[in-house]
């Protein structure tokens, strides 16, 4: 199977150059680990300490920050090179203070595994959540190199644990320690012979309790807001636009409502803008009149939304409704409200965990949403109760940092 595996490697390179020439988005990936040798070189000389951060995508380095940031400080003098293989990390987080270079990681072929480690020649590896790499495992085994995976999660249907991944198996063995969010998968790897492995947690707790401590003020949703209850939506889909806006439309309520799209491309806020029947202005907009006059922001630009929970009084998070995955639910529940999502939310542990504790709710149609925010905009007891049992969760189960720094200072 490790030979099919190679080889189709080299079939995915060659259709994503394909691809490429009609997709923006990955073109930009293709066109970038063309040149990730050439920025090593320039960077790092041979007798240069260095460590390697890698994660898939922007969710995965938000998820590994807190601890990025803590083995930084404890190897200050050495180069990090930070990772990405998705454009949408890489292009969002290329001036990261946290590494000397940041690079797409060229895709895992034999070759460029070998010339990688040899360029690279961390002293410590860092991957993040499923980022597993067989040839870059192995290359890294070869060199004794000290290798974590962090706030992984592990299900008995994934390829390590069926006939044909006995091979995937071996490269997740040659991990010095894994660190897993649950129980459950320490359970799972040991049942297939893994034992370097511990329950630390999911570092996203430890990273949206920071978001306490900085200054989440934002003037123009501040206007916005006006003092009002107010609804956050953030990182939304159509199809859970759509249930939303037929509730603005007919809410009667003096609720001050904030959209985050995830898609903030212009034919997309513009339909969006067009379906809402409400006074309704973008984030980006130049307005003569007061924003408190408005029920309705878009906000149509990134880097705002961890902020902007902060003024939620009750929250939706997208990604549910339809199949593209649910977004982080956590940055919204660690401001103590409530949140509804979608349906599609089992391969999420902390969102089942909040459904569970009643924080967080489900909804699988407008009907259903139209009737969980009438009852928490105008039930303030309500409201409150459910929503504190969100931070309650936050704060029981932060402390995923310490437990791996813990490790990495033995």
């Known amino acids: 199977m490790r030979n099919a595996y190679n080889i189709l490697t080299y079939i995915v390179d060659f259709h994503l150059r394909l691809i490429a020439l009609f997709n923006r988005k990955i073109s930009l990936g293709v066109q970038g680990r063309k040149h990730s040798f050439k920025i090593i070189k ?168 920071n978001q306490l401590n900085q200054d989440n003020k934002i003037a123009t949703i501040e206007d916005f807001v006006d003092g009002k209850l107010c609804f956050v939506a953030g990182s939304t889909w159509p199809e859970g636009e759509i249930p939303l806006v037929d509730f603005i439309n007919k809410d009667e309520s003096d609720t001050k409502y904030i959209i985050a799209p995830h898609n903030i491309k212009e034919a997309r806020i513009s339909k969006l803008l067009k379906s809402i029947q409400r006074p309704v202005t973008r984030y980006t907009a130049d307005e003569d009149k007061s924003l408190s006059d408005y029920k309705v922001l878009v906000l149509d630009t990134i880097g705002l939304l961890s902020k902007a929970y902060s003024y939620a009084d009750i929250a939706y998070v997208g990604g549910a409704m339809g199949t593209t995955g649910l977004h982080n639910t956590l940055e919204a529940a660690i401001f103590g409200v409530p949140i509804l999502i979608g349906p599609n939310h089992k391969r999420f542990p902390e969102a089942m965990d909040m459904i569970n504790s009643g924080g967080m709710f489900v909804v699988k149609d407008p009907g259903e949403m139209s009737e969980i925010l009438r009852k928490l905009i105008s039930d303030k007891n309500y409201r409150e109760s459910t929503g504190s049992r969100n931070e309650d969760y936050i704060k029981k189960n932060r402390g995923a940092v310490v437990r791996i720094m813990d490790y990495l200072r033995k």
Not at 137 to 162: D, H, M, N, V
Not at 165 to 184: C, H, P, Y
């Open 42 to 209: 320039e960077h790092i000389k041979v007798d240069d300490p260095t460590l390697w951060f890698h994660c898939a995508s922007l969710g995965e380095y938000e998820q590994g920050l807190p601890v990025f940031e803590k083995v930084k400080a404890l190897y200050p003098d050495h180069k990090v090179v930070l990772s990405f293989f998705s454009p949408s990390g890489y292009e969002h987080k290329k001036d990261s203070s946290i590494g000397d270079l940041v690079i797409y990681l060229p895709l895992d072929t034999k070759s460029n595994a070998r010339r990688f480690v040899e360029l690279v020649h961390p002293e410590l590896v860092l991957f993040v959540k499923y980022e597993i790499w067989p040839n870059y495992l192995f290359e890294l085994q070869k060199t004794k190199t000290r290798t974590l995976l962090i706030s992984a999660l592990f299900r008995p249907s994934q390829t390590y644990f069926k006939s044909s991944g006995k091979w995937m198996l071996n490269a997740l063995k040659t991990f010095e320690w894994i660190f897993v969010q649950n129980d459950s998968s320490v359970q799972l790897l040991n049942d297939y012979g893994v034992s370097d492995v511990s329950r630390s947690g999911d570092t996203r707790f430890d990273r949206v309790t």
